[in-house]
């Protein structure tokens, strides 16, 4: 049987780079879209992967990318002020396989249903940080929650993965999840950046994941180890 065909939008940052590296180890077929100048960024993988070069909010590249992918997995970056992340997320959206599962990432600040609870420095800060970069035209954090405000009125088989604050280090194996920030698992807000793409690499097989925005936070951390699966008498949390 063929192998399964991957996409990745947004490969050559830091996040998208262990996507690859997880989708290869798992014997997906991979093919990259990333800015022409990032191209060099995924040497290592030059000679495993096929890159379409290109703004992931570019229709025409995207649509070229997915053809064919029985999945799709999206970094939603809010760089600029020009819609970067709602124009990434629809081109996605519109163009993907039928049946293909759509996988994205974010952080815990997007809310699918407005239960998640956040402390007040985190919304302060959201506000404030969020001002000054968009004044800045750097990031517009409104428009990834405009794209996954689309993402969740879809029908598409998506599933938005929430990052927690990331670190750097080897992998502690698949994170633990949460429907809502807020919840005790996820106190430790700390995720390691290779098992956030890990997650999302998982997702792609995780028909319970669908129409899901899990939260996530690293297995090893102390509220995970407190409150999640390997928890005494605990069932809950499993990614
Ligand atoms: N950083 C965190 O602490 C954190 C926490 C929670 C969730 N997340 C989520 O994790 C995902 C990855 O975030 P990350 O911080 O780890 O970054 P990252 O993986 O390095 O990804 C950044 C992406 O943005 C692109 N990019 C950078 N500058 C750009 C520009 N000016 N115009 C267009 N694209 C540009 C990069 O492409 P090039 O390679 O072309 O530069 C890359 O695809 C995001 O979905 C984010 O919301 C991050």
């Known amino acids: 049987m063929a192998s399964k065909k991957v996409c990745i ?23 990259g879209v990333c800015r022409a100048e990032s191209v060099p960024k995924l040497d290592d993988f030059r000679d495993r992967i096929t890159v379409y070069p290109g703004r992931t ?43 293909s599962r759509l996988i994205f990432s974010c952080g815990w600040h ?30 517009d954090i409104d428009d990834q929650v405009e794209a996954c405000r ?5 029908d598409r088989l998506w599933t938005v993965v929430r990052g927690s604050d990331l670190e750097e280090g080897e992998s ?10 807020g919840d005790p698992i996820l106190k430790s807000n700390l995720t ?9 690499v998982a997702a792609l097989e995780n028909d319970e994941l669908i129409h899901q925005a899990p939260a996530i936070v690293g297995r090893n951390s ?15 949390g499993e990614g």
């Open 172 to 181: 502690e194996g698949l994170p633990v999840w949460s429907e809502h920030v």
């Open 222 to 236: 102390a509220s995970a180890r407190e409150h999640g699966p390997d928890a005494a008498g605990n069932a809950s």
């Open 110 to 139: 997007i809310t699918k249903d407005g239960k998640d609870q956040y402390s007040w420095l985190f919304l302060t800060l959201l506000k404030v940080i969020g001002k000054i970069v968009r004044l800045l035209r750097l990031v």
């Open 57 to 99: 909010n570019d229709r025409d590249v995207i649509k070229n990318a997915v053809a064919g992918c029985d999945g799709v997995l999206t970094v939603l970056a809010p760089w600029g002020v020009e819609d970067y992340a709602s124009g990434t997320a629809q081109a996605v959206l519109d163009f993907a396989e039928p049946d």
């Open 192 to 200: 390691r950046r290779i098992d956030f793409a890990l997650f999302m």
């Open 150 to 154: 689309r993402i969740f009125a879809s």
């Open 9 to 31: 939008v947004g490969a050559s940052g830091k996040l998208g780079r262990y996507v690859i590296q997880h989708a290869l180890d798992r014997g997906y077929e991979v093919v």
